[in-house]
C-alpha cells in the first residue's frame, strides 16, 4: 500500500489502461487458464486507496511506519464520537436552548434523616423573586450493587418565582419514599425532600432534566444534609435543622390564585371537546358488545341508541343488530306465548308478528332482577312469595261454660262481641252472650301492601340497541 520508492517510480501517475471484462479476482491458472498479473494500474489504485484513507485524516505519509491506516480509523472514530463534531443528522430542525447533562451526586450517610435542596421557597410574604425550578427525573440507589429493590425514582416538578411557589411529583418504586417539606437553612426558607425512612444509607443519585436558580440566591440545589440519627456513632451534619422543618402534602399540587394546578392556566376541557373521543373509547370497547345490555339512567330522557325494556315492538329491519342478537337468544319466545303469560315471561324477547317485527322484553311488570340460581332457567320469572308468618293463642276454661281466650300473639288477634269469652251453645251464665274468634293480620309483624316487594325505586329501564340514527 505504500507509494513505491525503489529508483523504479514515476512521479506523476500514469494513465489507466482500458478495463477488460467484468471486475474479478486473481487465479493461479492451470487447466487451459492463463494466471492473472495485478499489473502497475492494480498497484497504482491499491496506493491511491491507502493516501486516500490517510490523507482524510489529516495525517503525513511516513515510509518508516506502518500504522497509518490504524491512526487515521481512530481518528475518524474520535471525531465522530464528539458530540461537538458530530454533524446533526436533522438540520432542519435547530435545537432551542441547551440541554442539561445527567448529573450525579452521591452520600454515605447511614442511620440517619435526610434532606436534599430543590428550590427557595417563595410566598406572598417574601420580596419578589426570580425563576428557581427543578424539572425532571431523579434516581436514587441506595445500598451496594445487588441491592435493587432499593431502587426509587421521582418526577418532580417544583418552581418557585415572584411570590408564589408551585410543586407535584410523582413516584415510582417506593422504597424510601420522600415527601416535600419547607426547611430553614441559612436564613433562607428551602422547599425541598425529606427522607421517610430513618436510614438514608449510602445512595448513589442521578438527575436528569432542567434546573435553575434565581441569581439573588445561593446555588444550594441538590444539596444533601442529614438532621437526626439513630446511632450516636453516626452523628447528622446538621442537627439544627430538625426544629426548622415543616412537613407538606408530597403528591398534591400548590394551587394558584384562580384555583388552577401549576402549569395550568386553564381549566381541564370539558369531555366532548376531546377530539375523536368515541373513536378512543370504541377501540377499548366495542360498542358490538354492549348491544342487548341493559341500562337505568338517572333522568327519564330518553338516550340515543336505547330503547325502553317495556314490550316495544320493534321492526328487524331498522333494529338489525338488536334483532340479530334476540334471534339467537334462550329467551326468545312466540308473541302468543308471551301474550298469554306477560308475567311469566316478561324477560323474554318476543317474534312479534313473525315476519318483520320483534318485541323487547318487559322489566316494567314489577319484577326486580338478580343473578338466576342454578336451578333456575336464565330469563325465568317466579311468581311472589312471602316467608310463612306464624303466630299463637292459648284458650282457658270448662268445656261446660264455655272458653275464655286468654292470651294471643304474631299475627293473631282477638275478634269478639263480648268480654272475650266463647260460651258453650251461645248461653250465657254470667250476663255475656256471644262469640269469640282469632283473625290473622300480617300488618301486626310485617309492612304490607296491595304487592308484596322490597324496598324499591321505580326508574325506566333501557336496552341499548346500537343503531345511533334509529
Known amino acids: 500500500m505504500h507509494p513505491l520508492q525503489n529508483g523504479s517510480q514515476v512521479e506523476v501517475k500514469p494513465a489507466a489502461k482500458p478495463k477488460v471484462g467484468p471486475a474479478g479476482y486473481f487465479t493461479e491458472g492451470g487447466e487451459g487458464t492463463a494466471p492473472s498479473y495485478p499489473g502497475a494500474d492494480w498497484f497504482n489504485a491499491v496506493i491511491e486507496e491507502f493516501k486516500s484513507v490517510y490523507q482524510a485524516a489529516g495525517l503525513t505519509f511516513e ?10 480509523i481512530s481518528a475518524n472514530i474520535a471525531e465522530h464520537s464528539d458530540p461537538e463534531k458530530t454533524p446533526d443528522p436533522h438540520p432542519q430542525y435547530p435545537l432551542k436552548g ?12 447511614h442511620y440517619q434523616r435526610g434532606l436534599i435542596l430543590l428550590i427557595p421557597y417563595i410566598d406572598e410574604t417574601s420580596p419578589k423573586a426570580n425563576e428557581s425550578i427543578v424539572c425532571g427525573s431523579l434516581m436514587f440507589r441506595r445500598g451496594n450493587a445487588g441491592s435493587g429493590n432499593r431502587f426509587e425514582v421521582l418526577q418532580i416538578r417544583v418552581r418557585s418565582s415572584y411570590n ?28 425541598a425532600l425529606k427522607s421517610q425512612t430513618d436510614n438514608v444509607q449510602s445512595c448513589d443519585c442521578k438527575f436528569i432534566g432542567f434546573r435553575r436558580m434565581g441569581p439573588e440566591f445561593p446555588d444550594h440545589q441538590f444539596r ?34 384562580n384555583g388552577n394546578p401549576y402549569y395550568s392556566r386553564d381549566l381541564p376541557p370539558e369531555i366532548p371537546e376531546i377530539p375523536q373521543l368515541d373513536d378512543r373509547l370504541g377501540a377499548l370497547v366495542s360498542r358490538q358488545t354492549m348491544i342487548g345490555s341493559i ?3 338517572s333522568t327519564d330522557a330518553p338516550r340515543p341508541g336505547f330503547v325502553k325494556a317495556q314490550r316495544m315492538e320493534l321492526s328487524r329491519f331498522d333494529y338489525p343488530q338488536l334483532w340479530t342478537l334476540a334471534s339467537s337468544a334462550s329467551n326468545l319466545a312466540e308473541q ?14 318476543g317474534t312479534g308478528d313473525g315476519i318483520t317485527t320483534f318485541t323487547t322484553p318487559d322489566y316494567h311488570q314489577g319484577h326486580y332482577r338478580r343473578g338466576a340460581q342454578s336451578s333456575l332457567v336464565f330469563g325465568e320469572a317466579q311468581g311472589d312469595a312471602i316467608r310463612n308468618i306464624e303466630g299463637f293463642a ?6 261446660s261454660r264455655g272458653y275464655l281466650a286468654n292470651e294471643s300473639g304474631g299475627a293473631f288477634a282477638p275478634a269478639s262481641n263480648g268480654a272475650g269469652r266463647i260460651l258453650k251453645n251461645d248461653v250465657a251464665t254470667d250476663g255475656y252472650n256471644g262469640n269469640i274468634g282469632l283473625r290473622l293480620d300480617a300488618s301486626r309483624v310485617v309492612p304490607t301492601a296491595e304487592e308484596n316487594r322490597p324496598k324499591t325505586i321505580n326508574t325506566y329501564v333501557y336496552i341499548y340497541h346500537g343503531e345511533e340514527t334509529a
Open 336 to 349: 302468543s306465548t308471551i301474550d298469554e303469560s306477560p308475567d311469566a315471561y316478561a324477560a323474554y324477547y
Open 224 to 257: 444533601f444534609m442529614t438532621y437526626e440519627t439513630t446511632n450516636p456513632a453516626y452523628p447528622p451534619t446538621n442537627p439544627e435543622l430538625a426544629t426548622e422543618i415543616v412537613s407538606i402534602s408530597g403528591f398534591e399540587p400548590l394551587r394558584n390564585q
Open 98 to 109: 441547551t440541554v442539561t447533562p445527567l448529573e450525579e451526586f452521591s452520600w454515605d450517610n
Open 164 to 191: 408564589y411557589t408551585n410543586y407535584s411529583m410523582d413516584r415510582g418504586y417506593v422504597v424510601w419514599g420522600w415527601t416535600f417539606c419547607i426547611v430553614n437553612y441559612m436564613g433562607q426558607r428551602w422547599l
Open 394 to 399: 292459648t284458650l282457658n276454661g270448662l268445656a
Open 63 to 72: 515510509p518508516n511506519k506502518f500504522d497509518h491506516l490504524k491512526r487515521a
Open 295 to 297: 341500562v337505568e339512567f
